[in-house]
């Protein structure tokens, strides 16, 4: 149970800033996409932010790290922008 709460807790962040992008972009971008578009960039936006987190990790040693935020969110936000091209 403790193995899946600190997994959880790794996840969060990177669920939380794709939710976000996902989310605001089409109100900044003036676009409405379907539901399908904001799923599919949910979960790509996702997908980013957890390997970075995950190669921050690996690189520090630790989690956690502001500059390993820093990156996942404008690694977010790059993605972001290529999906709404």
Avoid: E
């Avoid at 709460?5 to 109100?27: D, E, I, K, Q």
């Avoid at 539901?35 to 990790?57: C, E, K, P, Y």
């Amino acid at each position: 149970m403790s193995l899946l709460l600190h997994l959880l807790n790794f996840v969060a962040p990177a669920c939380a800033v794709a939710a976000w992008m996902a989310l605001v972009s089409p109100v900044l971008m003036r676009t409405y996409p379907s539901w399908r578009a904001w799923r599919r960039q949910f979960m790509v936006n996702s997908a980013i932010g957890v390997g970075v987190l995950l190669a921050g990790l690996l690189w520090f040693g630790n989690d956690g790290k502001v500059i390993t935020y820093a990156a996942m969110v404008l690694a977010c936000a790059s993605t972001q922008w290529l999906l709404t091209l």
